[in-house]
């Protein structure tokens, strides 16, 4: 199965900045998803990412706050904009297989915290 | 999708079955159940799936009954690495894009 990786495991920010998240999958795919998961939660779908095209967002989330690139078919970035404590979280990125599972596999995630 | 029930959590003594249930009773005939499972600090990871026959594979086995209103998960000899927090999905096998809605889980709590 592929290798899904992200850039940084963990950070620590100050509120009114951004980070960029970064995801890796070691062969292409179409989609790629970004899910949040706020401490003691289950994981929220962000957004689909299909290659050459705009995101699509989940109820809730918006283009302004969570920009995200799909500049080709093994990468995808994620930023969290004009950060709050609120947006302390872990966000995952993942891919569905193409296998007849349809399965889909998860990046190991980045800790965000927001001070 | 279907909405998914579960209980919040289990404890499982090691080395013993895990009967972990989810109840569907929206669920359309186009649906397929999902298990996932995340470990701590890790992502989710895939266990099983199914649509209406029962399934086993090196994980689990999934139980789905005839009326496909609710299903169980089957890990037939709990470890300790085992514990973790197990996902039920509903997911339409048209839904070409993939994207899973995740519940709020089980909380497996395997001990010695």
């Known amino acids: 199965s592929a290798v899904i990786s992200q850039k940084p495991s963990r950070d620590i920010c100050q509120r009114g900045t951004s980070l960029t998240i970064q995801c890796q999958v070691d062969?292409?795919?179409?989609?790629m998803f970004w899910y949040r998961q706020q401490p003691g939660q289950s994981l929220t779908l962000i957004a689909t990412?299909?290659?050459?095209?705009?995101?699509?967002?989940e109820s809730g989330f918006v283009i302004d706050k969570f920009p995200i690139s799909r500049p080709n078919l093994t990468f995808s970035t994620l930023t969290v904009s004009n950060m709050s404590p609120e947006d302390s979280s872990i966000y995952l990125c993942s891919f569905r297989g193409t296998g007849t599972k349809n399965e889909q596999f998860f990046g190991p995630g980045t800790r965000l915290t927001v001070l | 999708d279907a909405k998914t029930t579960q209980p919040p959590s289990m404890d499982c003594a090691e080395g013993r079955a895990a009967n972990l249930p989810c109840n569907h009773s929206?669920?359309?005939?186009?649906?397929?159940v999902y298990w996932y499972r995340q470990i701590h600090s890790q992502g989710p990871q895939y266990i099983i799936h199914g649509l209406k026959n029962n399934e086993t594979n090196e994980m689990a086995s999934l139980i789905i009954t005839e009326d496909r209103k609710s299903s169980t998960l089957i890990l037939p000899h709990a470890t300790l690495r085992d514990t973790a927090v197990y996902y039920c999905?509903?997911?339409?096998?048209?839904?070409?894009?993939?994207?899973?809605?995740f519940g709020a889980g089980t909380q497996v709590v395997v001990t010695p």
């Open positions: 929206t669920i359309s005939g186009n649906e397929y």
């Open positions: 999905i509903v997911r339409a096998s048209t839904d070409s894009w993939g994207k899973l809605q």
């Open positions: 062969s292409q795919v179409t989609m």
């Open positions: 990412a299909n290659q050459g095209s705009e995101a699509t967002y």
